[in-house]
Nanobody, 125 residues
Framework: QEQLVESGGGLVQPGDSLRLSCAAS????????MGWFRQAPGKEREFVAA????????DYADSVKGRFTISRDNAKNMVYLQMNSLKPEDTAVYYC??????????????????WGQGTQVTVSS
């Protein structure tokens, strides 16, 4: 059974860092574009970051550029999201997703066909 499992979320203070991990199992996603999305209470799910199958291309939402870094390790079937200089507005449930029909960057959620269950990130003083 194919699945994505996120981990690494938690409660941090503004300015802190967190590293989210996404473990893929059941199949290889090494040829898939991988992405991170987030959803805050009362808001729609939004794109955060994406990385192409070989890591050669990345894209970020304007709100996280310069603070977040997406990376992947295909040998381990893992995807990561390093989040620095966290702000209260980064508070959300973060989801890992795979777009198995895409080799290039995609930023729209409907192109992603596998999703994790999400991990909560709360930034508060």
């Amino acid at each position: 059974q194919e699945q994505l499992v996120e981990s690494g979320g938690g409660l941090v203070q503004p300015g802190d860092s967190l590293r989210l991990s996404c473990a893929a199992s059941g199949r290889t996603f090494s040829l898939s574009t991988m992405g991170w999305f987030r959803q805050a209470p009362g808001k729609e799910r939004e794109f955060v970051a994406a990385i192409s199958w070989n890591g050669g291309g990345t894209d970020y939402a304007d709100s996280v550029k310069g603070r977040f870094t997406i990376s992947r390790d295909n040998a381990k079937n893992m995807v990561y999201l390093q989040m620095n200089s966290l702000k209260p507005e980064d508070t959300a449930v973060y989801y890992c997703a795979a777009a198995t029909s895409s080799y290039t960057i995609v930023v729209v959620s409907w192109k992603y066909d596998y999703w994790g269950q999400g991990t909560q990130v709360t930034v508060s003083s």
